[in-house]
């Protein structure tokens, strides 16, 4: 059965730090794995990644794939109130037209 | 440009009714997908269309729930005889599909509140 398993499942930093949220994925016929950020109602698209060790990167974001571990990280650097959300990472599974598999999703909130 | 539009964004219904959720993709989206998320959960599929028809619906949980697309755009979601079980956030994602993997865009969800 697919798995993505998401740590720590809430983080509480002050505004200016870095943090780093990590993703873990069991996912038959693996295609892609895929960030969003939640706040309030819509997900909102972060990154998308597909091959290993290429780093994909939006302003303080960044987020990178290594497929023989089966992992990803998410890095946010000096980080702001307005960072606090629900970070969801999820594994596409090419056969079923890569349909999405979540992880129970990391809470952040940045303090001033 | 528009994204994905779902209403209502919220329902409220008695448990043994029968509710209707739809959903708007984005224009040229020919990928559509239904996932449901409770509190504290991340979203959790329920059912993959491929223009009109489902190409995948293995992820509803029984046969209360149901989904068409007639047209190849907007999609309802029916659910009859609600339970309590039920009550969540009902989201709608789109996507291009050929060639793909493509990053799915998420509409913002209908709260189900079935009492």
């Known amino acids: 059965e697919d798995k993505v398993v998401q740590s720590p499942l809430s983080l509480v930093v002050h505004e200016g730090d870095t943090v780093t949220l990590n993703c873990s994925y069991e996912v038959t016929n693996f295609r892609s794995l895929l960030w969003y950020k939640q706040e309030k109602k819509a997900p909102t698209f972060l990154f998308m990644l597909?091959?290993?060790?290429i780093e994909k990167k939006s302003g303080r974001l960044s987020s990178i794939l290594d497929k023989k571990e089966l992992f990803s990280i998410l890095n946010i650097t000096a980080t702001q109130t307005g960072d606090s959300a629900v970070y969801l990472c999820a594994g596409s599974n090419s056969n079923s037209g890569y349909a999405l598999n979540f992880g129970k999703g990391t809470s952040l909130l940045v303090t001033p | 440009g528009a994204g994905v539009s779902q209403t209502p964004s919220n329902k409220v219904t008695e448990k043994g009714k029968y509710v209707e959720l739809r959903c708007d993709p984005i224009s040229g989206h020919t990928a559509l997908y239904w996932y449901r998320q409770s509190l504290g959960q991340g979203p959790e599929f329920l059912i993959y269309?491929?223009?009109?028809?489902?190409?995948?619906d293995s992820g509803l949980p029984n046969d209360r729930f149901f989904a068409v697309r007639p047209e190849g755009s907007v999609s309802t979601l029916k659910i009859q005889r609600t339970e309590r079980g039920d009550s969540a956030v009902y989201l709608c994602?789109?996507?291009?599909?050929?060639?793909?993997?493509?990053?799915?865009?998420f509409g913002p969800g209908t709260r189900l509140t079935v009492t």
């Open positions: 269309f491929q223009g009109t028809g489902a190409a995948d």
């Open positions: 994602a789109s996507s291009l599909t050929t060639g793909g993997p493509y990053e799915q865009y």
């Open positions: 597909t091959s290993s060790g």
